[in-house]
Each structure stands twice: as C-alpha cells, then as structure tokens.
C-alpha cells in the first residue's frame, strides 16, 4: 500500500481546541497539497509544498491554520483554536512533481463540537 | 482568478443510458484538466485528464475532450453502470503564476445510477 496516507481518519473535538492532521505522501513525491472539503464550500486548496517550502500558501482560511512539512515528507496541518466553521474533511494529496496528476489520502474528518 | 462550473446535479439515469457532466472554465494560460470521482466512503481519484487543446482523456469507459474554443471539458460515457454512482469533479491545474500547481474544482456532480 503506495497511496498517501492520512491520520486520524476521523477527529471529533471541542471548539476552542488545536487539532493537528497528519499526511504521509507517497514516497519520493516531492508536491504536496492540503485542501478541505465542506458541504458549502465544496473542495477549496489550502497550501502547497514543494520540498520543505510553501510557495503557496494562499489559501490558508485564516492565522489560526498552518503547515509544515520536514524531510520532504511527511506534513502536519494544525489548526488552533478550533470554531465550528473549522468542521470538513481535509484532503490531503501528493504528486511527483507540482502540475502533474494528483493523487489523494481519504482524508481527516474534522468534527468541531 | 481561475474558476471551474460543472452542471448541477444531482444527475439520475438508468443503467446502459448515456451520461454527460457539462465542465466549463475560466483561466489564464493553458491549463490542465481533470475529472476526479469519489465513490461513496472513498477518497478522490483521478479518473482521466487532458493537458493540452484537443486531447482527449478516456478512462473505465469514460472520455473527456479539451476544447480551448468553447473552455469546456464535459465528461461523457456511452452506457453507464450501477457502480459508476458516485460524485464527479472537475478541476483545472493551473499553467502559470499563483496557480501552478494546485487544483481548481468545481462544485461536484452526483450521479446515481439505477438498476
């Protein structure tokens, strides 16, 4: 088993808490993308590494959101101080090079309570 | 900013009928097309793609054209089967600037298909 891989796949919490999501991209991917998945939003790009570095961090919904990623591998996606609106599924996707295909982890239910 | 419309959904058919989702766009450049679908309880996956005017992506049955002229992409598929039901996006990769590299979707279109 090859693919990305994503922990928790589901994650319930209270509002007001940090959460951290975790991806393992599929090896020797250098792209990584973070993007979430809302019923009014639909699937919206959140941030994209290349190596250890973002050059697009453009859609980072607002400072309480960050990212990293160290070794050229694995990222984490934390997000302080949950609200309600936080509630989606992140999506998190690797590619060997950025601007080819894609491919996706199932993904971290977030339930902010 | 780059942008993708898929026709609404959701889309109904009975097995072995005709399916097409409508995709249109707005970018700068040339950009690179996708249709990803997601089965129930599953991630996305990439189903087929398309990275120049007039290519044409086919995959599982289904196609999809390029066309630079009318921005569109819909995707299409001569007899569909009970297990195609799932929700389908289209997206765009970005050629240049802010967007490279990341994927624009659309809406999503969920197509359920009956016995």
């Known amino acids: 088993g090859a693919g990305v891989s994503q922990s928790p796949s589901n994650k319930v919490t209270e509002k007001g808490k940090d959460v951290e999501l975790r991806c393992d991209p599929i090896?020797?991917?250098?792209?990584l993308y973070w993007y979430r998945q809302s019923l009014g939003q639909g699937l919206e790009f959140l941030i994209y590494?290349?190596?250890?570095?973002?050059?697009?961090k453009s859609g980072l919904p607002s400072d309480r959101f960050s990212a990293e990623r160290t070794g050229g591998s694995v990222s984490t996606l934390t997000i302080q101080r949950t609200q309600q609106e936080d509630s989606a599924v992140y999506l998190c996707?690797?590619?060997?090079?950025?601007?080819?295909?894609?491919?996706f982890g199932d993904g971290t239910r977030l339930s902010i309570l | 900013g780059d942008s993708v419309t898929q026709m609404e959904g959701p889309v109904t058919l009975s097995e072995e009928a005709f399916l097409t989702i409508n995709c249109t766009y707005t970018?700068?450049?040339?950009?690179?097309l996708f249709w990803y679908v997601q089965y129930p309880g599953e991630g996305l996956q990439l189903l087929l793609k398309?990275?120049?005017?007039?290519d044409k992506g086919s995959n599982k049955g289904f196609e999809a054209t390029y066309r630079k002229e009318t921005t569109s992409f819909h995707l299409e598929k001569g007899s569909v089967q009970v297990s195609d039901s799932a929700v389908y996006f289209c997206?765009?990769?970005?050629?240049?600037?802010?967007?490279?590299?990341?994927?624009?979707f659309g809406q999503g279109t969920i197509l359920t298909v009956h016995p």
């Open positions: 996707a690797s590619s060997p090079l950025n601007n080819q295909p894609q491919h």
């Open positions: 090896s020797g991917h250098t792209a």
């Open positions: 590494f290349q190596g250890n570095s973002a050059p697009d």
């Open positions: 970018a700068t450049g040339y950009p690179s």
């Open positions: 398309a990275t120049k005017a007039d």
């Open positions: 997206a765009l990769c970005g050629a240049g600037g802010t967007s490279y590299g990341k994927l624009t």
